[in-house]
């Protein structure tokens, strides 16, 4: 299927625990004109404490250099698992950018902007070895769900995730997930755009917030979901079972209808934006994780 834009977040390649051949076999059933990686593509953080790549890794990785070639447009918006990469943005490579964020235009005229995430969070900025020590213990859930899940597939249930249910059962998960969204879309406001797409907090979701349509990828560790943009810029949330059964894609995608892309600014310059929103935030009882 051709679709408009694609885009996908929070793939983790590098971590024993990135669903990396769901992906492949999702890629192979479309082909879009724009593709948005929308932060966390590759795990830094879990390369450098041991390096851990596969095959199927490799795979994804040429199959959308594959895609490039075919003529679809690439942009690699930079996560906190490879802020490495934000060294080197904004840089553009014919049909591939790289970006700490961007505007995308929808087929119906809608200004979304494209960011990852993290700028938002507050452990990232002041607090890294707290979100670290929460890396990690999110490593524990999975193994958690590597082990049940083994056991259930045996038993002939689906695949079930421990992780998704803690953060949908604590308190404190719930209340830094409903934060997020509310400074997301206060930020997004601020930028003049009428929605968001994001990741980073692994929790996909298509929701109006303050009057901004907040769109999050998901992630390819859990719940293997994308947004999906039609060519008549209807955005839907599918996942890794989309179209499942259709043929690889051979044939190129038409190239007549691009659209510019606007790049933005990166974390320079958040420092006093962030401090405004965060006082705005609070006078209506949303409150950033401490």
Not at 216 to 243: F, K, P, Q, S, Y
Request: proline residues 3%; aromatic residues 12%.
């Amino acid at each position: 299927m051709r679709i408009r834009s694609l885009f996908i977040s929070d793939v983790h390649l590098g971590c024993r625990f990135s669903r990396a051949e769901e992906l492949f076999e999702f890629l192979g059933r479309i082909e879009p004109d724009r593709l948005y990686l929308v932060g966390d593509m590759i795990d830094g953080w879990k390369l450098k404490r041991s390096f851990y790549w596969t095959d199927t890794s490799s795979f994804v990785v040429r199959r959308i250099l594959g895609m490039l070639k075919r003529g679809t447009r690439i942009v690699y918006v930079t996560g906190n698992h490879d802020e490495f990469l934000r060294t080197f943005s904004p840089q553009a490579f014919g049909h591939m950018e790289l970006v700490d964020m961007c505007v995308h235009e929808t087929a119906d005229g809608r200004r979304l902007l494209v960011i990852h995430g993290d700028f938002f969070d507050h452990l990232t900025k002041h607090a890294a070895w707290v979100y670290h020590l929460g890396d990690r213990a999110y490593t524990l859930a999975l193994h958690l769900n590597k082990w049940m899940n083994i056991a259930r597939r045996s038993l002939g249930y689906p695949y079930w995730s421990f992780s998704s249910l803690l953060k949908s059962k604590v308190k404190r998960a719930v209340n830094f997930i409903n934060d997020f969204e509310h400074f997301v879309a206060r930020y997004t406001k601020r930028k003049g755009c009428t929605g968001v797409i994001c990741g980073h907090i692994h929790v996909p979701a298509i929701r109006r917030i303050d009057g901004i349509d907040y769109f999050n990828c998901g992630d390819w560790m859990e719940h293997c979901t994308a947004l999906v943009e039609h060519l008549d810029g209807r955005i839907e949330l599918v996942d890794h079972t989309w179209l499942e059964g259709q043929p690889t894609v051979q044939e190129e995608p038409a190239t007549d209808d691009r659209m510019p892309i606007t790049s933005e600014g990166g974390p320079r310059g958040f420092e006093q934006e962030m401090l405004e929103i965060a006082a705005a935030v609070a006078t209506t009882q949303v409150c950033v994780p401490p």
